[in-house]
Structure formats: C-alpha cells, structure tokens
C-alpha cells in the first residue's frame, strides 16, 4: 500500500501562507504554473514575448486550477548566462505589470535572487512570493529585503550559479547535507522575522541524475521543517536523459515523478502543464482519503 494509517506524521506542518493579507490554504497540495519571460529556458524559453501571448498563458494556468503564476526574468537552466540586472528588469517589469492588471486577484511568484528586483516589483505590483533559487546566497541584502517587504519566500538550495552549477557536484550526503543549508538559512531568514517561508530542495541544481532520485526517494525527511515544501520536477533532464527523449516528450515521466513527490509530502507542484499536475494532485488525493 502507498498509504496506511499508520503514515500519519507528528509534525505539524504549516498548512497556511499570508500573501498581503490574504491567507493561502495549503493543507491540500497546489499548483504553481510557470511562465518564463526569457528566450533561453531549456522547455518553453521564447514561448511568451508578446502581452497577449502572456496574458493567454496566465489566464490558461488559471482556468486549469493553478494556484500561483511563477514568473521569471532569468533562465537558470545548467550552463546558462548570468543576464544583468537591467536585463532582467527590462524582461520582468512588463511582464509582471501586464500579468497583474489582466489579473488582479491572481497569486504571483517572482523567479529572482536578486533584492534590488524585488523591491523594483513590489514598487510596480505589491505583494508577491520571492522565489530565490539561491535560498539567499547569492544577494546577501536578500533576507532583509523580504523581511522589510513581508513577503512569502521560497527557499531553495543550489551551490553554484547556472554557469557552475553541475561541473563534478559531490555531497557526504545529499538529504543530510541539504538539511543543513536549509536549517541554517531557514534560522536566519526567521531571525529576521519572516514567518511564510516554503522550502525547495532545488532539484537539478548542483546535482546528479543520482542526487536528484535520491532525493525524491527520501523526500518525506524535509517533513522535519514543519514548512511547506515545494518541488519542481518539470520537464527536467533526469527525466528525459534517463529515458533518452527531449524535454518536449517528457509530461509523461514528470507526471510520474509528480506523483512520487505528492506521496513524499509535496505541497506545492511547480510545472509547466498544469491541468496534468492538478489531475495528478486530484488522483493521489483519492488514493490517501480511501485509506481505512
């Protein structure tokens, strides 16, 4: 059996996140959709120039039951660029500007590890979630910035920028080594005051295929936060190296891994194909509330 009544955890997880006075219920898993403003991302990069071509993008992730909208500015694929911050801002302003009036109420994340594009979004659009891939290591204003602002925060772990990234990554241990940097940034950020914080173990950054099955075979260890945890398996090479397919061909295996994640204790599904991830999200649900 996947699930028995014996899997119910001690920790009490944080089931809430406080997004500009708006509380978001995350005792049932989500789904965050991706829309990135840039020409090189490995799947869709290019996909999105045009505001119409943004807009129909937001609204479909809305209509298929997405609960955020993540925008990024910066491919952070292995092996990409570091653009500069007027490229980056020059790419996201409109995009987040255009997004925000088309929907108001819709819940946006910005893809960004830098503080000074976080203040210049929140200047144009207020309350959005921080989705910092470097969990606060490559800006070290970042953490205050967020603090000052009151904004959600994504953490994730990565050890290296794109460039570096994937160049020989070694661990003792993966699960225990990431359980430290997360300790130790999640003690900060709450030393500043930052109380929605969701944790992201960064799959595909600074990691091997290994690393990366290793991690979601032991997914159900990050319950020890007690925070929300976020995954985002879309598309990704473990996926379609190991089946020896393009990222095109790959919804099938991330759908797949998607649901190995929902039953590892994922809350929050970060995808490109959201009616998919939001079916899945609805299947394993199924599974969980018929255990007697």
Same mark, same amino acid.
């Given at each position: ?13 944080? #089931?809430?996140?406080? !997004?500009?006075g708006?509380l ?10 991706i ?16 505001d ?9 992730i !809305? ?18 660029r570091?653009?500069?911050?007027k ?5 996201l ?26 203040q ?29 602002l ?9 050890p290296?920028? #794109?460039?570096?990234?994937q ?9 225990k ?11 900060k ?26 991690? !979601?075979?032991?997914?159900d ?21 190991? !089946? ?5 061909e ?13 039953c ?29």
């Amino acid at each position: 059996m996947l699930f028995s009544q014996n899997d119910q955890s001690f920790y009490k997880k944080k #089931s809430t996140i406080n !997004l500009g006075g708006r509380l978001i219920d995350l005792s049932s898993p989500v789904v965050m959709g991706i829309i990135n403003a840039t020409p090189d991302s490995f799947y869709d990069g290019g996909f999105y120039s045009t505001d119409l071509e943004i807009i129909n993008r937001a609204s479909r992730i !809305l209509e298929e039951g997405g609960r955020f909208i993540d925008i990024g500015a910066m491919s952070t694929r292995p092996g990409a660029r570091e653009i500069s911050l007027k490229e980056e801002l020059n790419r996201l302003l409109p995009v987040v500007k255009t997004i925000r009036q088309a929907f108001p109420d819709a819940s946006l994340s910005v893809d960004t590890y830098r503080s000074e594009v976080v203040q210049l979004v929140y200047d144009q659009i207020g309350d959005f979630i921080v989705n910092d891939i470097s969990g606060g290591t490559f800006d070290g204003q970042m953490f205050a910035k967020v603090a000052a602002l009151k904004l959600p925060y994504v953490m994730m772990h990565t050890p290296e920028k #794109s460039d570096k990234m994937q160049k020989a990554p070694v661990y003792n241990d993966v699960i225990k080594d990431l359980m430290l940097f997360l300790s130790a940034q999640v003690q900060k950020l709450r030393q500043q005051g930052v109380a929605d914080i969701i944790i992201d173990p960064g799959f595909g950054f600074g990691k091997t295929s290994l690393h990366n099955y290793e991690l !979601l075979n032991r997914l159900d260890a990050f319950k020890i936060f007690e925070l929300p945890l976020l995954v985002g398996l879309s598309r990704k090479a473990m996926i379609w190296k190991e !089946l020896d397919i393009t990222p095109g061909e790959s919804l099938n295996g991330t759908t797949v891994l998607n649901t190995m994640a929902l039953c590892g204790g994922c809350d929050i599904l970060r995808v490109h194909d959201v009616r998919e991830a939001v079916e899945t999200i609805k299947l394993v649900g199924k599974i969980k509330s018929s255990v007697k």
